[in-house]
T-cell receptor, first 111, second 115 residues
Framework: DGGITQSPKYLFRKEGQNVTLSCEQN?????MYWYRQDPGQGLRLIYY???????QKGDIAEGYSVSREKKESFPLTVTSAQKNPTAFYLC??????????FGPGTRLTVL | DQQVKQNSPSLSVQEGRISILNCDYT??????FLWYKKYPAEGPTFLIS?????DKNEDGRFTVFLNKSAKHLSLHIVPSQPGDSAVYFC??????????????FGTGTLLAVQP
């Protein structure tokens, strides 16, 4: 089945630790995106990548880093510099049109 | 600055009736609009979209209306079903099929369809 997978579904982190969220897609999409959702808020763009080995900051990139070494993979690292990392993280990809297709999400909780 | 606004945080309707979810935008450069449905702890699912060259797009029970002069769009669900209960996000894009295709999301409306 074609789609987007994110792992893990739930992640717990101690303060001061970096943690990496996985996102893989087999849709052959060029563009991939990372969003964050907080209660009562919409989805806010963290980083996006239009093509392999290229990525751009979104609206709330501080404290996050990404890489795009393969078309299928777009991992997100939440660093210790992110002051409020507890949130629901969503990865998405886009084909030829504007519709973005989302993965199931990762709930990150900082202990 | 909230460029895409969903002013109703929640909406409750009876099963079988029409659900109308509203969305307003401020940026006149937006020319493609999308609706997503989201269940708790899951990723959003794409529902329906409309480009600025149209004022209506229909897909089964779902219809999206666009009023460019008012910078307003709405999603109609007819008839509403209990399985439609979810959060609905409106999103807008400044360039259709363009290089960045960044989507700007509203804050969502929680729809509850009562049996």
């Amino acid at each position: 089945d074609g789609g987007i997978t994110q792992s893990p579904k739930y992640l717990f982190r101690k303060e001061g630790q970096n943690v990496t969220l996985s996102c893989e897609q087999n849709l052959n999409h060029d563009a991939m995106y990372w969003y964050r959702q907080d209660p009562g808020q919409g989805l806010r763009l963290i980083y996006y990548s239009q093509i392999v080995n290229d990525f751009q900051k979104g609206d709330i990139a501080e404290g996050y880093s990404v890489s795009r070494e393969k078309k299928e993979s777009f991992p997100l690292t939440v660093t210790s510099a992110q002051k409020n990392p507890t949130a629901f993280y969503l990865c998405a990809s886009r084909g030829g049109y504007n519709e973005q297709f989302f993965g199931p999400g990762t709930r990150l909780t900082v202990l | 600055d909230q460029q895409v606004k969903q002013n109703s945080p929640s909406l409750s309707v009876q099963e079988g009736r029409i659900s109308i979810l509203n969305c307003d935008y401020t940026n006149s450069m937006f020319d493609y609009f999308l609706w997503y449905k989201k269940y708790p702890a899951e990723g959003p699912t794409f529902l329906i979209s409309i480009s600025s060259i149209k004022d209506k797009n229909e897909d089964g029970r779902f219809t999206v209306f666009l009023n460019k002069s008012a910078k307003h769009l709405s999603l109609h669900i007819v008839p509403s079903q209990p399985g439609d209960s979810a959060v609905y996000f409106c999103a807008a894009s400044p360039v259709y099929g363009g290089a960045t295709n960044k989507l700007i999301f509203g804050t969502g409306t929680l729809l509850a369809v009562q049996p």
